[in-house]
């Protein structure tokens, strides 16, 4: 024995000792037990709110939490007959603590984060838990939505295409439950909104995300973005993709390993061939031209879009449309797309409708978006092969939490069969066997195409079966419930039972609403009864056939998904199996030297349909599989070196916004722009410690002409006796002044704070596009500095950093140069601008065919300064004309609208 097994014998694993430290907790709790139980349910609302008012009062959360989690408890004990073991209240106490609780497939981990959620909800400041897919939050906000509200706790769900107001009402509750990717775009969209009233997210105090290493690890690798349309190039997508069936395999060269594809000299000369006689490729140019970068990029992503994504492994067809399919869920991902135009070159290969290509207008990643949060917690059943990740990126520790009953599945070792046809006849052979004694399998396969062929071969053996995949997934619920009965075959890809267990004996629940649906008339009482008899009967079968099987055909890149897939079965202590069967024919063997293997299966002579089943393949797979892991995470790590260089940027720029928002004036905050422009210009023509006949005055009006719209005499006041570069300067700042004091007097005071807001607010934005799309334009060419012998790293913080002062250097100059510009429209304008604008609102009103959509409208800016330039007495009622805005009066926008809607007339007939 070595010294640290020693150790560990002695002394426990460090989570051991963890575990160890944590029982006075539980014992704490289950103290409290007793008298809770003895509390009416309006007594668990009492005494849930003074625990709120503790906590208010600025009282410690670990101080209540023995009191919190026993009300929880007994909550779940009355709203849903669950009582939560100790291993729960475990799981719940590290949660709190912020750590990653991992705990085995069955557990009841929905149940364990009402816990530390409650706990931390007492202090009003919002809890978020993160579930990977809209179906999970919608059915855990319902379900232990019910918890929550017996203790007085309110409970919100967030989801896309949800309506605003109900989005905020969701956030403002005690507990929000959302999707990964709905928070992170709330989070992106309300840093674009105009005004604080809009924003739907109130900060980021607590979250406990839920499958935990799907959203932080898996999902982290690529990052949210909000885009808009750019120009079409349908035409040359599918100029480009034609061209591709026509290289050869000598013409490019493909590395699995790393998902890349490249061109050889060979099939350069060949390409630039090609594309001259389709008149891409204009005579004379050739790839290597700057010219041609346009065309290199299309055809580089033709070539990945041809030999990287198969159709049905990597995205499906559906209804016209190129769909993503998640690879480590097996879910599609619909409305994500592949950036950089590899999504558009996929389109042009499926021959559906090309989209636009897009353009950022805001992006986070998953790292950035978490590590907003003040605490964050996760829980899964697999976290341990990525602790390193998780303490590195996140902070977040690892606690393995114990079952409440010991794990009986028999885990088999890996069997190698040398082709693939051998392994599938084997797989075929081994359900044909346990589905004849009465044993539900559950077989996971890596892609919807390989699930289809194994669904064919079992059709030939005349096995029944269900098939659970991205086409598929609308049965998914009801697949799961059934996958546990007596003999049942369940082929899924790798989203296999995700947020559902497959119960020994089938779904209880299920079937009774089965029943009651089938057959309305029913007493629902019998029927449960004589469900819930069958279902015994049906479990001690199943149990008795050895529980549920879990064979797996393939191995993942990720050895997670390997241990999510097995975790399926041996729920609660309840029997099974698992087993993986391979070939060297399989991705991960193939790529990862298979060649070996195979040399040493030749010299065994093994024959055909054998298999190799040794622990040193199941040790040299798992290195493999660690390699594989390594390497996607230095590609997260890489990912978010780069992105925290944008991310400070990113901090400034949405700081900067908000501080907008909130300030009643931002007249201080444009004058200081304006003073900093005057600085600057007067610096740039008039440099400091230069002699009078080297400034350029005359350069300096038409510059001042330009940005601050002011016709000055400057080469006039430099020509007077003792006027220097800093009286020069007071002259320009005090004209500059009160060019924007007689613009205040015109519009008046309000409005011209609103101008000012707004101008802000719009020059920022567009500013913030212009400088993501320099930023990605950086990033993609930075790479090959790493030729030169200089790290591309610190050459994109050094570059980054000098295009951020730019934009700040010209957004005062924007800023100041259309605040200038701004004037109050002239009563012809008014006019013409108020008979647009009525002509819009009939024909909004008009009657729209069916399944038309109207995008709203937005006025342009100049509406609300010819509003402010009306600014003034209110009207009576009499008279009024909906068509006659000269028998509107002249009201002010804080006054009743004349139409007698009782709205002030800014939100009524003035909402220009």
């Not at 359900?431 to 077989?443: F, N």
């Amino acid at each position: 024995m070595g010294l640290a097994a020693l150790a560990r014998s002695i002394f426990g694993t460090p989570n051991d000792r963890r575990i160890k430290a944590a029982r006075p907790i539980v014992e704490a709790v289950n103290a409290q037990e007793a008298r809770v139980a003895a509390l009416s349910d309006e007594g668990l609302r009492e005494e849930t709110a003074k625990l709120r008012e503790r906590a208010r009062g600025g009282e410690d959360l670990d101080r209540l939490l023995p009191e919190c989690f026993a009300l929880v408890r007994e909550a779940g004990r009355r709203a849903l007959g669950l009582r939560a073991f100790d291993v729960q209240i475990l799981g719940g106490y590290f949660l709190h603590k912020g750590n990653i609780a991992e705990m085995k497939t069955g557990e009841g981990k929905t149940l364990v984060a009402t816990f530390p959620a409650t706990l931390n909800a007492l202090s009003g400041k919002g809890v978020h838990i993160v579930t990977v897919n809209d179906y999970l939050a919608r059915r855990d906000a319902e379900w232990m939505g019910k918890v929550y509200a017996m203790l007085g706790l309110t409970t919100g769900v967030v989801v896309p295409q949800q309506p605003e107001a109900e989005k905020r009402a969701a956030y403002q509750a005690d507990i929000t439950y959302a999707t990964n990717n709905e928070l992170g775009f709330d989070y992106l969209r309300d840093n674009m909104k105009s005004d604080l009233a809009q924003m739907v997210q109130r900060g980021h105090h607590y979250a406990i995300v839920d499958e935990v290493d799907s959203i932080l690890i898996d999902e982290a690798r690529t990052p949210l973005i909000i885009s808009g349309p750019s120009q079409d190039r349908s035409a040359l997508y599918q100029a480009v993709d034609g061209l591709i069936p026509r290289l050869d395999p000598s013409h490019y060269e493909v590395d699995e390993k790393t998902r890349n594809v490249t061109f050889t000299d060979e099939g350069n000369d060949a390409l630039e061939t090609a594309l001259r006689e389709a008149g891409l490729l204009p005579e004379g140019q050739s790839l290597y031209d700057p010219e041609s970068s346009t065309l290199v990029h299309h055809v580089n992503q033709a070539l990945r879009a041809h030999t990287l994504f198969h159709r049905d492994k990597e995205y499906i067809v559906r209804d016209g449309q190129v769909v993503l399919i998640d690879e480590f869920t097996g879910r599609m991902m619909v409305g994500r797309r592949l950036s950089d135009g590899l999504h558009q070159a996929i389109e042009a290969k499926e021959g559906v409708a090309i989209q636009p290509e897009n353009v950022t207008l805001a992006s986070i990643t998953f790292q950035n978006y978490f590590r907003l949060y003040a605490k964050l917690a996760g829980m899964t059943g697999t976290a341990l092969t990525e602790a390193d990740e998780f303490r590195e990126i996140y902070n977040l520790g690892v606690v393995e939490i114990p079952t409440n009953r010991p794990v009986q599945r028999v885990d088999e070792h890996d069997q190698v069969f040398r082709t693939a046809r051998e392994k599938y006849e084997a797989i075929v052979r081994a359900i044909k066997e346990a589905h004849g004694r009465g044993q539900p399998i559950l077989v996971g396969t890596t892609s919807i195409e390989k699930s289809e062929m194994l669904s064919a071969l079992l059709r030939k053996e005349g096995i029944p079966h269900n098939v659970l995949n991205a086409r598929e997934h609308a049965r998914e619920a009801q697949i799961v419930a059934e996958a546990g009965q007596p003999g049942a075959v369940t082929i899924a890809t790798n989203m296999a039972g995700r947020g559902t267990d497959i119960q020994l004996g089938g779904n209880v629940e299920m079937k009774v609403l089965e029943a009651l649906a089938a057959d309305p008339e029913a007493n629902p009482d019998e029927v449960r009864a004589r469900i819930e008899a069958e279902h015994a009967a049906d479990k001690e079968r199943v149990k008795a056939a050895g529980g549920l099987y879990v064979l797996a055909t393939e191995r993942h890149e990720s050895r997670r998904i390997d241990n999510q897939l097995r975790g399926r079965s041996g729920r609660q202590g309840d029997p099974g199996r698992s087993s993986f069967f391979l070939s060297l024919e399989d991705d991960l063997m193939r790529i990862f030297g298979s060649e070996r293997l195979d040399k040493v299966l030749s010299t065994l002579g093994m024959k055909e349909g054998e298999a190799i089943v040794h622990p040193w393949v199941n040790k040299s797979l798992e290195r493999a599989q660690a390699k594989v892991e390594g390497r996607n995470f230095d590609i997260r790590k890489q990912l978010l070196k780069f992105d925290d260089v944008m991310n400070d940027q990113r901090k400034v720029i949405f700081a900067q916004r908000r501080e907008i928002m909130e300030a009643a004036d931002v007249g201080e905050i444009t004058a200081d722009m304006r003073r900093q422009v005057v600085a600057d210009l007067v610096d740039t023509w008039m440099p400091p410690r230069s002699y009078p006949d080297q400034w350029e005055t005359e350069a300096l009006a038409a510059a001042v002409r330009e940005k601050l719209g002011l016709d000055l005499p400057i080469a006039e006041w430099a020509a007077e006796e003792g006027v220097d570069q800093e009286g020069v300067r007071e002259r320009i700042e005090a004209a500059a002044d009160a060019f924007m004091a007689e613009k205040e007097q015109a519009f008046g005071p309000e409005t011209m704070r609103s101008i000012e807001k707004q101008v802000l607010l719009q020059t920022i934005d567009a500013k913030w596009r212009e400088h993501l799309l320099r930023l990605e334009h950086l990033r993609s060419v930075v790479g090959f500095r790493g030729y030169a012998q200089r790290d591309p790293l610190n050459e994109y913080k050094g570059e980054a950093f000098g295009l951020f002062e730019r934009l700040l250097e010209s957004l005062r100059e924007e800023v100041t140069a259309k605040l200038a510009q701004v004037r109050p429209m002239t009563a012809e304008e008014s006019q013409a601008m108020l008979q647009a604008l009525l002509a819009q609102r009939r024909a909004e009103a008009a009657p729209r065919p069916p399944g038309g959509q109207q995008a709203p409208s937005r006025a342009p800016m100049g509406a609300l300064m010819a509003a402010g330039a009306a600014e003034g007495a209110g009207t009576p009622r009499e008279g009024f004309r909906e068509d006659d805005p000269t028998t509107w009066g002249q009201p002010g926008r804080n006054d009743p609208c004349p139409c007698g809607s009782g709205r002030k007339f800014k939100h009524c007939h003035g909402a220009f």
